[in-house]
């Protein structure tokens, strides 16, 4: 009886706030990219999640389903990164404008500035008007949700606790 009432008077130990943005990088890039999936599947757009893997000769089961899910585990990873780029820049900033804004910007650097990079992919101009919008689209509430998700966790734990995040 003595150990139980000594496990309800226990506190959860917090996560770190680095832990925080990891798993929202993760689980962001994972969920954006099935819902990516998704649209290219469905043909909204012709780019799939596998863009990703094109500038690499891994042969053609990169263009399969499986070279979509293995891009998918590709981009969840790569997204942690992205995730930690959002707090350097914007993580003050508690609105939602910063979060869309990172992904439409993201959108650019893909879509335009790497886009030599990507042997697959058509220049912009060339691509057709579904595609276009429906990754930015995906790229905005990607972006939307990386960002709000960082900034409101940084705004409850500087508010509640009056602490300051580490850098």
Known sequence: MGSNELEQNETEKEMSFNAVIAITGFVGGLFWSLISYLAFYLNFSRVGPALVLMPWALG???????????????????????????????????????????????????FIILNPVFPGL??????????????????????????????????????????????
């Open 122 to 167: 058509k220049p912009i101009m060339s691509l057709d008007i579904n595609t276009l919008v429906t990754n930015l689209c995906l790229f905005a509430v990607y972006g939307l949700f990386i960002g709000y998700s960082i900034s409101y966790e940084y705004h409850e734990r500087t508010e509640h606790e009056g602490e300051t995040i580490q850098s």
């Open 60 to 110: 053609e089961w990169k263009e399969t389903w499986i070279g979509q899910l293995v891009s998918i585990g590709v981009i969840s990873v790569l997204s942690i990164g992205i995730a930690f780029g959002y707090r350097l820049i914007f993580v003050k900033i508690n609105k939602p404008w910063p979060g869309l804004l990172y992904g439409v910007g993201l959108w650019g650097f893909i």
